[in-house]
């Protein structure tokens, strides 16, 4: 499945259901209504090879975010580690992909975690109801 606009565009590389998130509008508030992103759907593996090859870390991950330009992004979710982490957090799936989401989105605007970037989080869940 893909579907996108000029600025945004959704691919799912698995078999699994893309939960009912309102990406764009999120995408648009995070990140402004410019930036172009692509959020990719991905296994495990493919998903521990991205954070094995950029991060050095051999293990799989529920999410990856990389800034291409300032303008331009890619963000990866594992279907299967957003679900385990999900029940961490006591989230249903379907909220914790729009919490990953924001995650990913405070990271791709050149956020590192700390105070910062946990009160920008806040706002965009209190704004988007995650």
Do not use: W
């Not at 893909?2 to 565009?9: E, I, Y």
């Not at 508030?29 to 930036?35: E, K």
Request: net charge negative.
């Amino acid at each position: 499945m893909k579907k996108g606009s000029a600025t945004f565009s959704l691919i799912n590389e698995t078999d699994s259901h893309i939960p009912a998130v309102d990406f764009l509008a999120i995408k648009d508030a995070a990140l402004g209504t410019t930036y172009t992103l692509n959020l990719i759907f991905t296994d495990s593996a493919k998903i521990k090879k991205l954070n094995t090859i950029y991060r050095n870390k051999e293990c799989a991950t529920d999410i990856l975010s990389f800034p291409l330009s300032e303008t331009e992004g890619e963000m990866y979710i594992s279907e299967k580690e957003a679900r385990s982490e999900a029940k961490k957090f006591d989230r249903s799936y379907d909220n914790f992909i729009a919490f990953l989401f924001i995650h990913g989105c405070t990271h791709l605007k050149g956020y590192d975690h700390g105070d910062i970037m946990e009160g920008i989080e806040a706002k965009l869940r209190k704004q988007f109801g995650v």
